[in-house]
């Protein structure tokens, strides 16, 4: 059931030239090549920063006793 699920969910994702076709995601009249460079060079440091904060976020949840262990 769980696979089951998964799949789904999985197909339900929009595809990788979908998201770089999304407005404003990258501005400009590029094409969809250069687009698609542009995000595969930026989305990785991207990500890495973005979980840098989330981080940081838990760890001040966890100073300011706001942090649930149960549902982490």
Do not use: N, Y
Not at 4 to 19: C, E, G, N
Not at 40 to 60: N, Y
């Amino acid at each position: 059931m769980l696979q089951q699920t998964l799949k789904i969910a999985l197909r339900a994702l929009p595809s990788k030239d979908a998201i770089v076709q999304s407005e404003g995601l990258v501005p400009g009249d590029q094409t969809l090549d250069e687009k698609r460079s542009l995000c595969e060079r930026d989305a990785p440091p991207a990500a890495t920063e973005a979980l840098d904060v989330v981080h940081c976020i838990f760890d001040m949840m966890k100073k300011t006793g706001r942090w649930d262990a149960k549902k982490a």
